[in-house]
Structure formats: C-alpha cells, structure tokens
C-alpha cells in the first residue's frame, strides 16, 4: 500500500506542476496579447507637387508591430512634447501627431526642415496600452 501511495502522491504533485507552468505561460501569453510595439522611422517620401514634378518629402513614420493598439501617443523631439504646428530646433510638425494607432497599422507625419534652427538629437515615442505601462522607443534625429 505505502508505494501505491507514494506513486499517487507523485502523480498529484506533477499534475500541480504542469498546471502551475500552464497558467504562468497563459498568464505571460496573455500580457504579451495587451502590448502595443510602437517604433519610428525617419524616411524621405517622393511625392508629387501642384505640377506632378516629385519633390522630397520628410516624415516620422510611426509603426505599431505589436498585437494591441496604442493609445495616448506622445511625441518628444529632445525631451519636448511636440504638437501640429510645433516647431523645436530646424523640425516643424506639420501633421496631428495621432492619440491612437491600431495594431499592425503605421502613419506617417510630415516635416519641414527649417533654416538656422538647431538640428535635433533625439525622437521620442510615448504610448500606453492594455497592459497599463508606459512604454517609450527613441531614436536619434539622422536624415
């Protein structure tokens, strides 16, 4: 009886480690499930003017890899939040920076380089999501 009692004890207690293991790897899959990934690129766009002739276009694209949406996104450019119409150092927004972006999805923002400003060094990106962290993702300011 003790070693039938023995092999059912272990039974037990590896069917409780599989199930802890089991929930921590739901729980872990599930806060992946509420992240919203969001990074920026600098690009030049070739867009066509009021002639049809391309002209060069410079923009933030800003691309949300991850599985949730990203809410109350925020820009800095060098620790400054930044607005449309905003201007810090020689970049001026000339797009609504979004206060949300869909999972997989990305949107582009227009700049201006202006003439005697200083020339930037740093992008911020700010968001939250349904994981309820903030997150942030920087990059330096190279056209």
Partial sequence: MPAELA???????????????SLLRYRKWRKTQQ?????A??????VPNR???????????????????AQNIRLLIDGQQVEKQSQRGMVLILSEVPQFLEPKAHVSLNL??????EIPKLITVIWDDLSGVNHSYSIPFTL
């Fill in 7 to 21: 092999l059912g004890l272990l039974t037990a207690l590896a069917t409780s480690v599989t199930a802890a293991i």
């Fill in 35 to 39: 992240r919203a990934y969001v990074r």
């Fill in 41 to 46: 690129e600098l690009i030049q766009a070739f």
């Fill in 51 to 69: 002639n049809g002739k391309l002209r060069t276009q410079h923009q933030l694209r800003l691309v949300n890899d991850g599985p949730a949406a």
């Fill in 112 to 117: 201006a380089l202006t003439i005697g400003g």
